[in-house]
């Protein structure tokens, strides 16, 4: 018998990883300290601002830690309260009330905006649109249940387009009281200048070697661990969530692959490169290790496998190479092109625009 097809509320997230609790089940944070501290102070100073963008790196725990502040702000919504100015950290326990229904995404004070499902296609939008920014108005045209906050998560806010980041700015400029915006972005410059002058940036820090083993070994035990985890570790930048990735999806592999395709002209490798991200998950992970590379190769820095740093070449390269990937492999995905042939465009583009003199091509 068929299964029926899954209702679009109990469809995990479109970046979920199989196996790994969600940011919003997650009641354990992992370095980002002083982040945490900042947040904590400035809600019992009784000023809290109303916006905040959490900017740092890709799966370091941006979501975990905006989770985390709104269970504390739902479990003490005063911030005069004793239990707040006793407070070192913005824990909240799991078994707590506040935490089962946000857990549950079941907290009637909390709107979480990511991509979404668009029926039509059967997969996942490619950026967060305005319809989805336009659900914040009735949200907060309602009643804060419990006299307490009301958390808005936009995650992340670099996937809004342009009407829907002008139509955040609406309720950025003029928000109820108690009203709390957490923008998530790994890139402070892709936001509008007129949402950055409306909130309190925060930046989070990769994680350390530890933490980041620390993090991986808790919610995906062994994944850290095996042939090359010393190199996956050192792919993945202080990211758990990337070094999950990078050991699940051939990540190792591609690296590889992708520097024999470029640094060797390696026409079996460039080949083969374009088959391991001929799907969403291969070439997603196939541009991240690319950006990576060309960002070592601009700073000129060593590979962290057998290589010694290379002179950096000129940026007017860089630029196009970056520009390249990054705004054709957003074409690739949203118009449902040749993900193989785009792949294989780019590493023979990068092999002769980056190639050293007397290296074989």
Same mark, same amino acid.
């Given at each position: 018998?068929?299964?029926? &097809?899954? @209702?679009? !509320?109990?469809?995990? &997230?479109?970046?979920?990883?199989?196996?790994?609790?969600?940011?919003?089940?997650?009641?354990? @944070?992992?370095?980002?300290?002083?982040?945490?501290?900042?947040?904590?102070?400035?809600?019992?100073s009784?000023?809290?601002?109303? %916006?905040?963008? @959490?900017?740092?790196?890709?799966?370091?725990?941006?979501?975990?830690?905006?989770?985390?502040?709104?269970?504390?702000?739902?479990?003490?919504?005063?911030p005069?309260a004793? !239990?707040?100015?006793?407070?070192?950290?913005?824990?909240?326990?799991?078994?707590?009330?506040?935490?089962?229904?946000?857990?549950?995404?079941?907290? %009637?004070?909390?709107?979480?905006?990511?991509?979404?499902?668009?029926?039509?296609?059967?997969r996942?939008?490619?950026?967060?649109?305005? !319809?989805?920014?336009?659900?914040?108005? #009735?949200?907060?045209?309602?009643?804060?249940?419990? %006299? %307490?906050?009301?958390?808005?998560?936009?995650? #992340?806010?670099?996937?809004?387009?342009?009407?829907a980041?002008n139509?955040?700015?609406? =309720?950025l !400029?003029?928000p109820?009281?108690?009203?709390?915006?957490?923008?998530?972005?790994?890139?402070?410059?892709?936001?509008?200048?007129?949402?950055?002058?409306?909130?309190?940036?925060?930046?989070?820090? #990769? @994680?350390?070697?530890?933490?980041?083993?620390?993090?991986? =070994?808790?919610?995906?035990?062994?994944a850290?661990?095996?042939?090359?985890?010393?190199?996956?570790?050192?792919?993945?930048?202080?990211? &758990?969530?990337?070094?999950?990735?990078?050991?699940?999806?051939?990540?190792?592999?591609?690296?590889?692959?992708?520097?024999?395709?470029?640094?060797?002209?390696?026409?079996?490798?460039?080949?083969?490169?374009?088959?391991?991200?001929?799907?969403?998950?291969?070439m997603?992970?196939?541009?991240?290790?690319?950006?990576?590379?060309?960002?070592?190769?601009?700073?000129?820095?060593?590979?962290?496998?057998?290589?010694?740093?290379? &002179?950096?070449?000129?940026?007017?390269?860089?630029?196009?190479?970056?520009?390249?990937?990054?705004?054709?492999?957003?074409?690739?995905?949203?118009?449902?092109?040749?993900?193989?042939?785009?792949?294989?465009?780019?590493?023979?583009?990068?092999?002769?625009?980056?190639?050293?003199?007397?290296?074989?091509?």
């Amino acid at each position: 018998m068929a299964r029926a &097809p899954k @209702l679009e !509320e109990e469809r995990p &997230p479109y970046d979920a990883l199989d196996g790994v609790a969600l940011p919003r089940q997650t009641t354990v @944070l992992v370095g980002h300290q002083a982040a945490e501290a900042a947040l904590l102070d400035a809600y019992r100073s009784g000023r809290m601002h109303h %916006g905040w963008i @959490l900017v740092g790196e890709r799966g370091i725990g941006k979501a975990t830690l905006a989770f985390r502040l709104a269970r504390f702000l739902f479990t003490h919504p005063d911030p005069a309260a004793p !239990e707040v100015a006793a407070a070192d950290s913005l824990f909240v326990p799991p078994e707590h009330p506040a935490a089962h229904r946000v857990a549950a995404g079941a907290h %009637g004070n909390l709107l979480h905006l990511q991509r979404d499902w668009n029926d039509r296609d059967k997969r996942y939008r490619t950026e967060l649109s305005v !319809e989805s920014i336009r659900k914040i108005t #009735p949200f907060l045209g309602t009643t804060a249940g419990e %006299g %307490g906050w009301r958390v808005v998560i936009v995650d #992340p806010a670099d996937d809004m387009n342009r009407s829907a980041a002008n139509a955040i700015l609406k =309720n950025l !400029e003029e928000p109820p009281r108690r009203t709390l915006f957490l923008l998530i972005a790994e890139r402070r410059g892709s936001l509008l200048p007129t949402i950055l002058s409306r909130c309190r940036t925060l930046h989070l820090e #990769p @994680l350390s070697p530890a933490e980041t083993n620390a993090v991986v =070994n808790a919610v995906a035990p062994g994944a850290a661990e095996g042939a090359d985890a010393e190199l996956s570790a050192a792919l993945a930048g202080g990211s &758990p969530r990337r070094l999950i990735e990078l050991r699940r999806k051939n990540g190792v592999d591609i690296y590889r692959l992708m520097r024999a395709a470029i640094e060797r002209g390696d026409r079996p490798a460039q080949f083969k490169l374009s088959t391991l991200a001929g799907d969403a998950a291969g070439m997603e992970q196939f541009l991240e290790l690319f950006e990576g590379y060309l960002t070592r190769r601009m700073r000129g820095l060593a590979e962290p496998e057998g290589a010694e740093s290379a &002179p950096a070449p000129p940026l007017v390269t860089c630029a196009a190479l970056w520009e390249k990937a990054t705004l054709s492999g957003q074409e690739v995905e949203t118009y449902n092109l040749d993900r193989r042939q785009f792949a294989l465009d780019l590493v023979e583009t990068a092999a002769a625009a980056l190639r050293q003199p007397g290296t074989p091509y």
